[in-house]
């Protein structure tokens, strides 16, 4: 059974680099699927920000395409959010995910909230 | 303003039965395969319905998925007090740009 767990800071500056890491445990990540990132801003709906595969391939949402990356660690069975220049709009609970046939987000981590504050 | 409109709130009494609408164009639902989620309170999303009408094992039957041109529909059944939550439906969108996106969700409350 794939489980997902995020972790990274819980606070970040205005300005500054969000960096997220998501852990996988029970499928490895060079096997298959595309895995990637959605947010909730407190009170707010899903704001789905992109994904990727192992090998590269990866769509982000338009909105995020310029201060956004996803990287993999196959050798720690990881993958990460970097969201550049953030600002308060950016407070939101992370959540990481498997995408499975149709690109649906199926599996997800339990999410983590990050606050943008100085 | 989501790309997927959903009505923000629906309610029911219990062992009622419920329907909850996704409305989308021909680049997101006419062409792609729907998804819906659940969302108790303080909980992360969980997968009720994937592929239009598919459930996930451990979902029981109650909740089912059909999908009509550019729209879908989630319909829950034998309403219980624990099925109060928030639903989304989800799908992929081919145009402008392909991304995966969510409707603006819907609060189910049992009355």
């Known amino acids: 059974q794939v489980q997902l767990q995020e972790s990274g800071p819980g606070l970040v500056k205005p300005s500054e680099t969000l960096s997220l890491t998501c852990d996988v445990s029970?499928?490895?990540?060079?096997?298959?699927?595309?895995w990637g990132w959605i947010r909730q801003s407190p009170g707010r709906g899903l704001e789905w920000i992109g994904n990727?595969?192992?090998?590269?391939?990866?769509y982000f949402d338009p909105s995020f395409q310029s201060r956004v990356s996803i990287v993999t660690a196959t050798s720690k069975n990881q993958f990460s959010l970097r969201l550049t220049s953030v600002t308060v709009a950016d407070t939101a609970i992370y959540y990481c995910?498997?995408?499975?046939?149709?690109?649906?987000?199926?599996?997800w981590g339990q999410g983590i909230l990050v606050t943008v504050s100085s | 303003q989501s790309v997927l409109t959903q009505p923000p709130s629906v309610s029911a009494a219990p062992g009622e039965r419920v329907t909850i609408s996704c409305s989308g164009t021909?680049?997101?639902?006419?062409?792609?395969?729907v998804a819906w989620y659940q969302q108790l309170p303080g909980t992360a999303p969980k997968l009720l319905i994937f592929?239009?009408?598919e459930r996930p094992s451990g979902i029981p039957d109650r909740f089912s998925g059909s999908k009509s041109g550019t729209s879908a529909t989630l319909d829950i059944a034998g309403l219980q007090t624990g099925d109060e939550a928030d639903y989304y439906c989800?799908?992929?969108?081919?145009?402008?740009?392909?991304?995966?996106?969510f409707g603006g969700g819907t609060k189910l409350t049992v009355l």
């Open positions: 990727m595969y192992h090998t590269g391939t990866s």
């Open positions: 592929d239009d009408s």
């Open positions: 029970g499928f490895s990540i060079t096997t298959g699927y595309f």
């Open positions: 989800g799908t992929w969108d081919s145009s402008p740009s392909a991304k995966w996106v």
């Open positions: 995910a498997r995408h499975d046939r149709a690109m649906t987000p199926k599996h």
């Open positions: 021909s680049s997101n639902i006419g062409s792609n395969l």
